[in-house]
């Protein structure tokens, strides 16, 4: 029986892969694997004629398929509530930018605010064997045992924005408490004394935090809190609406100012208002939460409070690194703490406005 003649390789119809170089030039994989590594076992001429063919059919290695087949990889598996907007988007920016700079890329995967998806998120992410998991809780997540399964396999995870409130956890966090007290003192000192408040689901911490931050500063202008003016939702633009539209049918005048601790929510409080012909800051003074792009555009512009998204998500991305070295030694759980920066616009002044940034403090804190 004739030899069976070999099918050349065309490097133009797709990637060229390591069995093609075996294939072509009658030997293993192994061989091919080895050659291409550099592996003393190979001798020069055999390395040479792999090499030579491997850049005469422009082969390019496949680190993943390679880092797997090792049992890791060079990736960080990323789950975020949502993507759009400005902090996720923008914090996701910052962790593919330092996660680039240290040789790793990035999965990001969202959880649309539900905990099942968010179980789902976690399971693809082991299954691509990443090297660790950085995540911001779904609004819906009450159970955490999807990430026992990360630590038992010994991936590094760190929490950042929304976190498990626990000793036990890394995270990166906003000081979201003093931001919550920074933009209510400012609300008092503009001489507002009925002021409400919009809370998220106090299960988070980011709205448990500003929501007391709020009651504090009330306290040190030693005004009681009335749990008539706070608001709890899901910080939807909807929500803003109902909320607002549930403050102004209070008696004693409904309230002289708005907390809303998200912009979303605060945008949907403005238009509100702005429908029922009251006066912004005149009448009602707003504020919001996030700094979200549209806030410096709305009319009037909306004071809100900075979260430092891109720093947030370097921190991240700092602190998974650290995990990675110190994994053979004894590493310390903490928490990086960002401080938070107040952008004072017109919706919440009583005179001229004036745009400003106050509060510029050191941005990261680490205990």
């Not at 990637?15 to 294939?23: F, H, K, N, T, Y």
């Not at 409904?254 to 912004?280: H, I, R």
């Amino acid at each position: 029986m004739a030899p069976r003649s070999k099918k050349p390789v065309d490097a133009t119809s797709s990637p060229v892969s390591m069995a093609d170089l075996a294939r072509e030039l009658g030997v293993s994989m192994t061989t091919i694997s080895r050659a291409l590594s550099d592996h003393h076992s190979i001798g020069p001429a055999t390395k040479q004629k792999v090499l030579k063919l491997a850049k005469k059919l422009n082969y390019q290695p496949n680190h993943l398929a390679a880092a797997l087949r090792k049992g890791q990889s060079k990736l960080i598996g990323v789950i975020v509530p949502y993507i759009e907007g400005r902090f996720f988007a923008t914090v996701v920016h910052g962790i593919e930018t330092a996660a680039s700079k240290a040789g790793f890329n990035v999965i990001i995967c969202q959880s649309s605010e539900d905990v099942a998806q968010e179980r789902k998120n976690v399971e693809t992410l082991l299954s691509a064997q990443v090297a660790g998991i950085l995540v911001s809780l779904s609004r819906a997540t009450n159970d955490f045992r999807h990430f026992e399964k990360v630590r038992k396999r010994g991936i590094p995870l760190v929490f950042f924005d929304r976190v498990l409130e626990s000793d036990t956890v890394n995270a990166v966090v906003l000081n979201d408490y003093d931001g919550g007290y920074q933009v209510t003192r400012h609300l008092l000192e503009q001489g507002c004394r009925r002021i409400g408040h919009f809370a998220g689901p106090q299960h988070l911490n980011i709205y448990r935090n500003r929501r007391q931050g709020y009651l504090d500063a009330l306290a040190s202008y030693e005004l009681p809190a009335d749990e008539q003016l706070i608001v709890y939702s899901d910080m939807t633009l909807e929500n803003g609406a109902t909320s607002m539209r549930q403050l102004l049918a209070l008696p004693d005048g409904g309230v002289d100012a708005v907390f809303s601790a998200g912009d979303t929510a605060a945008l949907g409080a403005l238009q509100l208002l702005k429908s029922q012909g009251v006066l912004v800051p005149q009448q009602v003074a707003l504020a919001g939460f996030s700094n979200e792009t549209f806030t410096a555009i709305t009319e009037p512009m909306l004071t809100s409070v900075d979260q430092r998204c891109e720093e947030m998500g370097q921190a991240a991305v700092r602190l998974f690194l650290e995990l990675v070295e110190s994994q053979d030694s004894a590493f310390l759980q903490r928490q990086v703490i960002l401080q938070p920066r107040l952008f004072i616009r017109e919706s919440s002044l009583q005179g001229t406005p004036v745009i400003d940034t106050i509060t510029e403090q050191s941005s990261e804190v680490s205990c």
